[in-house]
Nanobody, 116 residues
């Protein structure tokens, strides 16, 4: 089993920055890719960014050039640096981990609110 705990959400003005962190614990050796998804009110959960164990990244078009994802394998932590935030980035952000042979793991989410 893998446990994921997110932190770093909050309220920020448009144009501002936030950094989200997600710490993994448990059977972390089974984790391959980690990433972030988000769900805005009334919308489906969507991919934001992912990163593999070797550092390969993937971003949603809506965040390319504004968000970066990084991973510290020694700390079993993944980060999402969000710059130039927009009101439409407002959502609950969920950490995700893909582990070999397991169903995907999810954190409980952290709320990001961007005011205009």
């Amino acid at each position: 089993q893998v446990q994921l705990v997110e932190s770093g959400g909050g309220l920020v003005q448009a144009g501002g920055s936030l950094r989200l962190s997600c710490a993994a614990s448990g059977t972390v050796f089974r984790i391959n890719a980690m990433g972030w998804y988000r769900q805005a009110p009334g919308k489906q959960r969507e991919l934001v960014a992912t990163i593999t164990s070797v550092g390969r990244t993937n971003f949603a078009d809506s965040v390319k050039g504004r968000f970066t994802i990084s991973r510290d394998n020694a700390l079993n932590t993944v980060y999402l640096q969000m710059n130039s935030l927009k009101p439409e980035d407002t959502a609950v952000y969920y950490c995700n981990a893909e582990a070999l042979g397991d169903m995907p793991y999810w954190g409980k989410g952290t709320l990001v609110t961007v005011s205009s």
